[in-house]
């Protein structure tokens, strides 16, 4: 394992690399974790483990305002997250030992691989959003995040629930994105594993993504809530099987 810093326009990206064993040139995937998150999670950790033994090697990073990574949790919006992915992305494609390239990210970091995915459309090999909460945008446009309920047309200095205080400024960017308009705009291969018992972001969701994708795989795991707490192994089972069928 590899730990260290990536730029990206002056904020410092805590990231770590995992090479696969044996494998001099191969395939790299980026590993990007959810909201509130860092790499260090279970869910996090049994992707990387699948990833490494199926050959790949990953590099996960850590976003603004989490893990190790420069700026405050409160400061954070998805638009410093795509830039910060867009560094992350730029990073690995000038790597010698990489030949393909794949983007993972679950939550929060699954809608940022679906947004990146559209940004990048003949960058990756595959995209694999898991559980990716890419009802965001529409629950700001709604006024209902956090588990909480504002006027989206005059959104509050500050949200606070479940713990952590978001700033408006994350509200005012998530009402811009649209994650239709980048599912359109990438066309190559799709996995997306989500539980059918997450509450946190509906399988619904993934059932609606895998029909606009072209050319997406849905893989669902009974019972398994949004961080596949005690379904961390079937989780990691559809990574592996996805890289090494
Ligand atoms: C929300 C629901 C889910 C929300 C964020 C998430 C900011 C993200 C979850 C994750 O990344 O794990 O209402 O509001």
Redesign the pocket.
Known sequence: MEEFYINSDGIRLHAKLDKAPGVEKGPLCILI?????HMEEDHIIAAQKAMNEAGVAVLRAEMYGHGGSDGEFKDHTLYKWVTNAISVVNYAKALDFVTDLYLCG??????LTMLIGGMFPDTFKAILPL?P?W??PD??REG????MSFDPEHIPDT?ENWGVV?SGD?VRV?QTIHPEDEIERYKGPVLIVHGDADE??LISYAEKAVKLYKNAKLVTIPGAD??FTKHLDEMAAAIKSFFRP
Do not use: K, N, P, R
């Open positions: 974790h959810g909201f509130t998150g679950h939550s929060q970091g699954g809608l559980s909460a009802m965001i629950a700001a209902s995040l956090l588990g949200l978001l994350y998530a946190t972001v949004h961080c």
